[in-house]
C-alpha cells in the first residue's frame, strides 16, 4: 500500500514539474515548472452594467410566456420609464439559430428563446443596424435560476451563444427572485421599485387568468373567433390602463398643510408612501372596475354548453406547459382542432410552489442559520434572537403565500370567476409524497406528480399531458414515478410528450391515440348524464336558446360528484331547471 501511494506521490510530482500552461501569445503552449507556475482562479467575465443614464437611448427586449403575459409585461416596463420590445413567439428557424450557436445537449427552451434573441437582432442587422449599433441600443432581459437542472446554467449559454454569433458585447440582464437586489444594484439601470414590483404581481395574474378565459370559453363558442377577438380587445384595455394608471404618491392626495412636515421627516415619509402605494394596488377600485369591463367585454361572447368536449389538464415543465408556439409543437391550438377542452396551467401556481418551498427548506434547517449557533439554556438573549430571525423570515415567506393566493382569487372573481383559484400546495406535497418526496430539488419538483393525482382523482379533468424539454433531468425523474402512480389509480390517462424542434407529427400521432381514450369517456359521460336527465338533446337546448344567461361564459355551472365534462354538468343542471329543481344563477356584476 505505501509502494503504491510512493509511486502516486511520484506521478503527480512529474505532472505539476512538467504541466503545460497557454501562454500570452493565443496558439501557442509553452512548458513551465511548478516553481515559474502562477495558480489562476476561474473569474466569471465582467459584462457591461445598463446604466441609469441609458434608459432613453437602450430597448429592453424580452420574451418567453404568452402573448397576454408579454402585452402586460411590456406596460408595465414603459409605466416605469423604460423601452422596451417584446420578440416573437419562437419557432422552429428560431430553434435552428439556437443550435447552430449554442452547445450541443442543451435543454430545449435554451435553444428556442437564444435562437429567437439571435433571430431578431440579425433581422436589425438586415434593417441596416451595425452590430456596434445593436450591442448598444438593446438589451435581453430574461429569468434565471440555480439548481441541479440546465435550467442554472441558461445565462452562461445564452452568452456563449451570442458570442458564437458574433454579439460579444450585447448584454444580458438577469433576474433572480433570491438576487433581485443584487440585480438591481449591478444594472443602475433596472430600478425595481415598489410600483414596479407591485404592477408586475398584478402582470402575472392578469396574464394567468386571462390564459385561462381564453382556453376556457373558446372550445364552446358559437361564432368562430369571437373569443380572440375578445380576448386582444380585454388584454388592450388593460395594457393601456397598466401602463398610464396615475401612481400614488402620499405629497398629492394630502393636504399642503400636511404635506410641509412630511417632507421634513423622509422616514415616515417613505414608509406612508410605501404602504399607500401597497394599499392602492391591492383594494384600488379603479383597477377593479377596468377588471369588470374586461369582464363585460368577454361576456359578449356568445357559447353553446352541449358540446362534449374531453378536457386535458396540461403540467409539466414551466416553460414547455406555457409557450404557445413550436417550443411545445403548437399542442395547446392542435388539442382545440382535435376537439378537446384544455386546461393550462398557471405561473402563479408555480410561485406558490417556490414560496411554500422555502419556508419548507427553513424548516428542515432550522438552527444552522441561527446567529448565535452556540447559545446555551442560561444565555435567553442568543436564544430569543435565533428564534426571532427564523419566525421573522418564516412568517414573511408564510404572508407572501397568503397574499399572493388572494390577488389571485381576486383577480379571478372580477374577470368572472369561472377559472380556479391556485391549488393549495400542502395538499399536492401531501398527495405526490408516497411517490416523490416533496423536498426533492429540481423544475417543478413533486408538482407533476402531485397534479396528476390530484387532477383525476377530483375527476376535473379526463386525460394529463405532461409536457417537458427532451432530456429534461427532474421531468425524467417524474415520468419514472408516474408508471407507479398509474399503476395506483388505473383510471388515469397519463401522456408525457418530450418536446424539441423536431418531431411534431410523432408528439401529435401520441397525443391523437391518449385522446382518442379521452373523448370515449367524455362522451360516454355525457350520454350517461343526457340519459339519466330524462331529456333529449334539443330539449335541453331550446331551454338555453330561451334563457341568455344559459349562453354567458360566465354562467357558473354547478359542478357534479364524479362528472368532469362541462357538457355532461350542463345538461344535468338544464334538467333541474326544466324539472323547478334549480333556480337560474346570477351572473357576475348583474343583478
Not at 305 to 328: C, M, S, Y
Not at 545 to 559: D, V
Request: contains cysteine.
Amino acid at each position: 500500500m505505501g509502494l503504491g501511494h510512493n509511486f502516486a506521490d511520484s506521478a503527480l510530482s512529474s505532472l505539476e514539474e512538467t504541466i503545460p500552461c497557454v501562454s500570452a501569445k493565443p496558439g501557442r503552449l509553452v512548458e513551465v515548472s511548478a516553481a515559474q507556475r502562477k495558480t489562476c482562479h476561474y473569474r466569471r467575465p465582467v459584462e457591461r452594467p445598463f446604466m441609469a443614464e441609458e434608459r432613453n437611448q437602450v430597448t429592453i427586449l424580452f420574451g418567453g410566456f404568452t402573448w397576454k403575459h408579454e402585452r402586460f409585461i411590456e406596460a408595465i416596463l414603459r409605466a416605469s420609464g423604460y423601452r422596451c420590445q417584446m420578440l416573437p413567439t419562437p419557432d422552429v428557424a428560431a430553434f435552428a439559430f439556437g443550435r447552430e450557436f449554442g452547445n450541443n445537449g442543451q435543454c430545449n427552451p435554451t435553444y428556442f428563446t437564444i435562437g429567437n434573441l439571435i433571430k431578431f437582432l440579425r433581422s436589425l442587422e438586415d434593417q441596416g443596424y451595425s452590430r456596434r449599433e445593436i450591442e448598444e441600443t438593446y438589451i435581453f432581459f430574461t429569468a434565471g435560476s440555480c439548481g441541479p437542472c440546465r435550467f442554472g446554467m441558461y445565462e452562461s449559454e445564452y452568452r456563449l451563444a451570442l458570442n458564437n454569433a458574433g454579439y460579444e458585447r450585447f448584454r444580458i440582464v438577469l433576474y433572480q427572485a433570491e438576487q433581485a437586489i443584487k440585480a438591481a444594484a449591478d444594472n443602475p439601470g433596472l430600478k425595481f421599485t415598489l410600483d414596479f414590483n407591485m404592477g408586475a404581481l398584478n402582470m402575472l395574474n392578469l396574464g394567468d387568468v386571462i390564459n385561462d378565459l381564453s382556453y376556457r370559453i373558446r372550445p364552446f363558442e358559437a361564432v368562430p373567433g369571437s373569443t380572440d377577438r375578445a380576448i386582444e380587445e380585454v388584454v388592450g384595455r388593460l395594457s393601456h390602463f397598466l401602463e398610464t394608471r396615475r401612481r400614488f404618491e402620499i405629497l398629492e392626495r394630502v393636504p399642503s398643510w400636511l404635506a410641509a412636515p412630511l417632507r421634513r421627516t423622509p422616514k415616515l415619509l417613505g414608509f406612508l408612501n410605501a404602504t399607500g402605494k401597497i394599499l392602492d394596488h391591492l383594494y384600488s377600485s379603479e383597477f377593479a372596475v377596468q377588471m369588470q369591463e374586461a369582464r363585460r367585454c368577454l361576456d359578449k361572447v356568445e357559447v353553446d354548453h352541449t358540446r362534449v368536449k374531453p378536457v386535458v389538464k396540461i403540467v409539466g415543465e414551466f416553460w414547455a406547459q406555457l409557450t404557445e408556439g413550436d417550443g411545445n409543437f403548437n399542442m395547446f391550438s392542435f388539442l382545440e382542432s382535435e376537439g378537446a377542452q384544455v386546461h393550462v396551467d398557471s405561473i402563479g401556481g408555480w410561485i406558490s410552489y417556490l414560496l411554500r418551498q422555502s419556508r419548507i427548506g427553513m424548516e428542515s434547517r432550522k438552527g444552522l442559520d441561527d446567529p448565535y449557533p452556540e447559545a446555551r439554556w442560561w444565555e435567553p438573549g442568543k436564544r430569543l434572537a435565533n428564534l426571532w430571525k427564523y419566525r421573522r423570515k418564516w412568517s414573511l415567506l408564510l404572508l407572501s403565500e397568503v397574499l399572493w393566493s388572494y390577488l389571485y382569487a381576486r383577480t379571478s372573481r372580477h374577470l368572472g370567476g369561472i377559472t380556479p383559484r391556485l391549488l393549495s400546495q400542502r395538499e399536492l406535497a401531501r398527495l405526490a409524497h408516497p411517490f416523490y418526496h416533496s423536498l426533492a430539488r429540481g423544475g417543478e419538483g413533486h408538482l407533476e406528480v402531485g397534479k396528476n393525482v390530484y387532477y383525476t382523482t377530483k375527476g376535473l379533468c379526463h386525460m394529463v399531458l405532461a409536457l417537458k424539454p427532451f432530456g429534461c433531468m427532474p421531468s425524467s425523474q417524474s415520468d419514472g414515478v408516474q408508471s407507479a402512480v398509474v399503476n395506483r389509480f388505473p383510471e388515469m390517462i397519463f401522456l408525457p410528450v418530450e418536446t424539441s424542434g423536431e418531431g411534431e407529427i410523432n408528439a401529435h400521432s401520441r397525443v391523437q391515440m391518449a385522446l382518442g381514450e379521452a373523448r370515449v369517456k367524455a362522451r360516454a359521460e355525457f350520454d350517461a348524464a343526457l340519459a339519466s336527465s330524462g331529456k333529449s338533446l334539443d330539449e335541453i337546448r331550446d331551454y338555453a336558446a330561451r334563457h341568455p344567461s344559459l349562453r354567458s361564459p360566465f354562467y357558473p355551472i354547478p359542478r357534479r360528484q364524479g362528472i368532469t365534462g362541462t357538457a355532461a354538468n350542463f345538461v344535468l343542471h338544464v334538467s333541474d331547471l326544466i324539472d323547478g329543481r334549480a333556480a337560474l344563477a346570477r351572473l357576475p356584476g348583474k343583478h
